[in-house]
């Protein structure tokens, strides 16, 4: 797999990374997702992916610790481990930007995680109060101390990223970003790239409903992304995924992921797995080469949202 930069950082990375909040813990339903998140990482790091993206409101801690883990039977130098934090215990789950919070939570993860660094570390999500500025101020000097590699946010606001990136610490933002929800394509993805801040999404398949296994008569499970019209359209978008997909033998899920790997602005995907099928699913992802045809074709069956 071919590697990229994250920002301005000493980071490289696989631009095909894993998204790890499926890993550890236990499901909405009940289901224990401690094994089968070892084998997800397992077979994820196995297939040359490089990048692990985790955060302590995954499980509360047991996605990292899973890693950790895992990452005892591989190289740590060649992994690439993203983590995030802000959600506070002590007051109700609450974002936290407080540089102490953010420097405890570091700490934190670093020992769940059984390691000495964190290749990306994320804000979570910002909080009412804390000045964005002084925030990431404390990632600079845990970064100057070797505990991060590259300083991240996310879910922040445009003029909030404006705001953490006043001194030029931030390497990459992690933003909600698919092809039915295409928002930071305006004036986001313009000042990243015009201050080299890497660009990860998150809800790139609007959770399952970009890879074609749903229909008609799913529209209520996805009302909190698209709703009435709108639901429609994005069902006559994945309709052309589903023929571009066929075209390649490969599935609307790989598809979709072509698509982002081929889109400007977009520098490292991180689809989630439940499984280790999954997975290799996900890594098939990079024998799909869109041609110019067909990227335009997909672009525009969402153009509207």
Do not use: C
Request: proline share 3%; aromatic share 8%; hydrophobic share 40%.
């Amino acid at each position: 797999m071919t590697q990229i930069q994250i920002g301005t950082s000493d980071v490289y990375t696989t631009r095909l990374g894993l998204g790890t909040n499926k890993v550890g813990g236990t499901s909405r339903a009940g289901v224990d997702q401690e094994q089968s998140g070892r084998e997800v990482v397992r077979t994820a790091l196995d297939s040359g992916i490089q990048l692990l993206d985790t955060a302590y409101m995954y499980g509360q801690g047991r996605s990292e610790a899973v890693i950790g883990e895992v990452l005892k039977d591989y190289d740590r130098s060649k992994v690439v481990i993203a983590t995030k934090a802000a959600h506070d215990p002590k007051h109700d789950m609450q974002p936290n930007n407080d540089p102490a919070f953010l420097t405890q939570s570091v700490d934190d993860a670093l020992t769940r995680l059984q390691t000495d660094y964190i290749d990306i570390f994320y804000i979570h999500f910002p909080d009412a109060t804390t000045p964005k500025a002084e925030a990431v101020g404390a990632l600079a000097k845990l970064k100057q101390a070797g505990k991060i590699r590259a300083i991240g946010v996310s879910n922040f606001s445009l003029a909030q990223i404006k705001e953490a990136n006043v001194d030029g610490d931030i390497d990459v933002v992690e933003d909600h970003y698919s092809l039915i929800h295409r928002a930071p394509e305006g004036e986001e993805m313009a000042y990243l790239k015009a201050h080299h801040i890497s660009f990860v999404p998150y809800f790139p398949l609007a959770s399952g409903l970009l890879t074609g296994k749903y229909g008609a008569a799913d529209r209520a499970r996805f009302a909190r992304f698209v709703e009435g019209a709108q639901f429609d359209a994005a069902l006559q978008g994945v309709a052309v995924l589903r023929d571009v997909a066929a075209a390649h033998g490969a599935s609307v899920t790989q598809t979709a992921l072509a698509w982002y790997l081929a889109a400007p602005g977009v520098d490292v995907m991180i689809p989630g797995a439940r499984n280790a099928e999954q997975v290799r699913g996900i890594v098939g992802t990079l024998d799909v080469q869109l041609t110019a045809a067909e990227f335009q074709a997909i672009d525009q069956a969402f153009k509207q949202f």
